[in-house]
């Protein structure tokens, strides 16, 4: 940016004149202002860089914002997108300029220390708040404060990683965006969450608009605008309303589908016309909450299994390549659908007797991989490892029984928010499928457990952490911010809870890959009798 | 302000709701944000007023913005405005609710200890800067601080005798609006003046939006907003901006003219169409600053006097009826109007010699009052109390000299601006004087110096304080803030310092009551001749 010196003839104000500058250059009418904070800083630096230089503008509501002003090109803009998930936070930093990825990291959620879910964080946070029945208008909950701090702290740990990796200051980290669900958003902001948990779940807010970093201590730049999504309702968050503007669907002309498996199955049906949304218990057994083995996504998770169910042999691979753990969601799926493939569970999820099968190579492998405890099966996937006396990756029966509760729950509702708008599963264009979920499960393993329908594997598409790309793409455009508002008033909300169809799609849900095996023709029926 | 409380089939969140609540009642279609800072107190009230309850709402820059939340019917809605001059602070408390005054309080400036004039303070608030050709973006200027240090105890000290007057909480003044020249703008914010006094003169900033009183820890409400008339330049304040708001020219089909006196005396000529302003230095012989015994107009000031030309009895009146201490303004015009109507002065403002008086009544009167040092007369006022060695009144040549000068001036001024635009005096419907030298002076003294045009006396109105009444009148209405905006973006500023014709007018000026009596049939001509 360059304007003209100041001359006797031209006496405007410093600001005023890097204001016409501006305005010349971004030529779309609106207003630029300056906040208080930095008028001194910008208008000694415009001066200093001999009325040249570059202005830093933040595009916020109907205005830009200049919030600091440098005397030389920066190498890179750098802005941090961020999901805030109940467990685990990921972080990416983008260059503004050209939108390329610079850097990414993640950790856990340091608030687990409080409690490891929605629900005991609110009781934390209000803990001390329910012995009075009308706090006062300026009361501080100690206990919110302290997961405040717990989540600033993470993130100002998450900003540094980023800013070190990607060779910037912290405080050239200039905008921050914010994915999460609506109780985190609560946390983040230091906003009591006590109704959300409470019928009528009321959350607070649901938007917060102007915020700044520097108000919440946030160690990136201080004036840097810090934008929320905007969330829906107590179960319906910013990061479900981040994932649907990731996956596009809210402009497409075609019918698409979002799923979305973190604590719960979130699930998106809609267009550019209308959205459905609906949420459900569909997700602790995938995710690892669950299972016994189960766990995250992480180096030692097993992601891939296989079992030949002609020649018994079985292969998995873990993440990193090392010594087995446990058993990530995509691991899971693939083991429970090997194992109805081969026969050694029945339809109903059931391992069967080793010692009434018939089968010589099947009853082989039962024996060495079928342990029994107080007279219920359990399956190991590595028995070798016991000879050396290290811990195996297993699973148990009450491990198989909530995964197919959570994959009936997965159908039924998919059934179940389709038929609300007289739509069949062949009407889907596509269906985006998001979370490390998305991005690890074989499709077809979940088709022949009966947890995703029955069709083309091109239909489906994983676009892996769908609440952090959708905080990375309102960075880079300001029009994603609009459409996330767009969005927020065109959802509707089915409540699974009260839904009498859910309830019986999911009791006919419960079975391998369905009590009607119709619906799913690319599994093969299942040959064996049922074990007992 | 009511709202329908949340239940199941209604769970918008809190804030969204009262939002909405607001919205229809405010029903103009401006959005309502609410500042990070109070969303969780205005949300707690919220509940607490069961969805009832009082939200204090600000109209910012195109939406309304919600700044704290009351249980209760508040009994007023205060608000602060303050003419914040170089030397002197005058604030008033307004009740939003019906608009009347409930508390006035005034105070001098408390950053005189760090010089009594513009210059010197920008020279201490810029003193070490000038060290450092450019400093650092936030290098932190001591003597700057100092005086916005200052000047924010100073307007708390005020805020805290309105808010006691008034009867309610410091804490509940929801708005302030401050009218300042551009210097004290700066200063009141903290901003670099340094490029103000030094060529092309260039100031930091004109216009301040969105500033609020807790980031300059004034300590009213931390977010009433700082409302700051905007200024033109640095030699046109938004003190004058404020003035001009004031007297309503800008909305005026007539063209009118305002005329204020302070240090410098800035006069504005226009009407809705235009509008024309300039500034010279006329004023310090009017406002106390120059003559030995000249003082504001406080008590103990003579703020009327008069001879009477033919019994030459002389009486006078201070201000609060005290013993007299000096001169003010008005006190000044009215003595050296009856000085030449007596025939005591010539029409040079020359004190005549009073043993060369053949009249016996005004050589006895002379006699008495005019009193020689070093070969020089000066007048005394009050002789009576020299007996009881007391101090008295007087007025010296010097005074008289400077007198002349300024009213020179001011007529000069006046002249060049109406003549700049092809109009007589004649054709002012309306001269509109503003500051305590409007309200004190007798426009009819001000003629008969040849100070002011000589036109019907019911064209001049005084209106007061007009820098403290354009700040009132933006607290209570909020057009009159883009108001101001035209204004700044009408005015046309006519340079004196360097104009031929102002020059050649004041010479023309420096006679009682010009050099051209003509221009003055309702003053008497000077009947005697010269004094030497």
Known sequence: MEAK???LQDNTADLDRLQQALASLL?????????????????????????????????????????????????MIAAMALDLGTTHLE????????GEKVARADM?????????????????????RRQQKKPGADFQDPGLMELQNAIICSINT???KLAENAGVAKNEVYAISVSGNTTMAHLFLGLDPYHICREPYIPLFNRAAGVEAGQLKITIHPLAPVFIMPSIGSYFGGDLVSGI???????????RMLIDVGT????????????????????????????????????????????????????????ANVKPKGLCGSGLIDLVAALYLANIIDIRGKFRDPGKEKNPDRAEFMKKHLMQKDAVFYFVVNPEVLEESAEAVILEQID???????????????????????????????????????????????ITLGMLPDLPLSVYKPIGNSSLLGAEQVLLDKNSRLECEKIVSRITYLELNVNQEFMIRFSGARFIPHTDPSLFPSVPPFTESPSN
């Open 245 to 255: 503007l990731a996956s596009g669907m809210a402009e497409s002309d075609q019918t």
């Open 264 to 319: 719960n199955a979130e699930v998106v049906l809609g267009n550019s016309e209308w959205m459905i949304a609906c949420a459900g218990a569909a997700g602790p057994a995938l995710e690892g909450g669950v299972a016994r083995m189960g766990m995250r996504a992480e180096p030692g998770a097993i992601e891939y299994i296989a079992i030949d169910p002609t020649s018994y042999e079985l292969v998995f691979r873990t993440i």
């Open 91 to 98: 972080a990416t930093l983008l260059n503004l300029q050209n």
């Open 400 to 446: 198989l029984d909530a995964m197919i509760r959570s994959k009936a729950a997965m159908y039924a509702i998919l059934r179940t928010l389709t038929n609300q708008v007289g739509l069949g599963f062949a009407d889907l264009e596509e269906i985006t499928v998001a979370g490390a979920f998305g991005c690890h499960i074989n499709p077809q393993c979940a």
């Open 158 to 160: 998450l900003a540094e």
């Open 108 to 128: 856990k959620n340091s608030q687990i220390i409080y409690g490891t879910d929605i629900l005991s964080r609110i009781h934390h946070a209000t803990g001390e």
């Open 27 to 75: 030529a779309d009418g609106c207003t630029i202002s300056i906040p208080y904070a930095c008028m001194m800083r910008v208008a000694r630096g415009f001066r200093a860089a001999d009325y040249g230089g570059f202005a830093l503008v933040i595009h916020g509501e109907n205005e830009w914002k200049i919030i600091d002003f440098l005397l030389e090109e920066p190498k």
């Open 5 to 7: 010196p100041p001359g």
